[in-house]
């Protein structure tokens, strides 16, 4: 499991990556082997999506449109995690981040520029 782990977490943060580069609403990323997380902004100022111990309208229709799609994680404030079970396979993996690209698609109306 271990050695699952550290051999996904390149794949991990090159799919972050690629979804920081595509979604404006993406401001950053970290995990370490297969726990991460990633944070949403509203604006190019780099806001969070949602204040600390709160939420917002952007951040409730994300974790919908992941349960809609079948990715069930934590939404909290304005992050959203990403610990998939250390068995995953490659493959397994870049379906899952398929799916939060997909879902990420309906932050966008909320980003501000």
Known sequence: LVANAAKMQ????????????KHPTVKGY???GLFGMVDLQKDSK???MAPYNGSSEAM???G????????????RWGSFMANPPLIITEAQLREAWAV???ALEVTHPYFEG
Request: glycine share 6%; no cysteine; net charge positive.
């Open 64 to 75: 919908a449109r992941f349960r809609e799609l079948g990715l069930f994680t934590f939404v």
């Open 100 to 102: 939060v690209d997909e």
């Open 60 to 62: 409730v229709k994300l």
């Open 30 to 32: 970290r995990n370490i």
């Open 46 to 48: 780099g806001t969070p």
């Open 10 to 21: 390149s794949v991990m943060q090159e799919e972050m990556a690629r979804l920081k580069a």
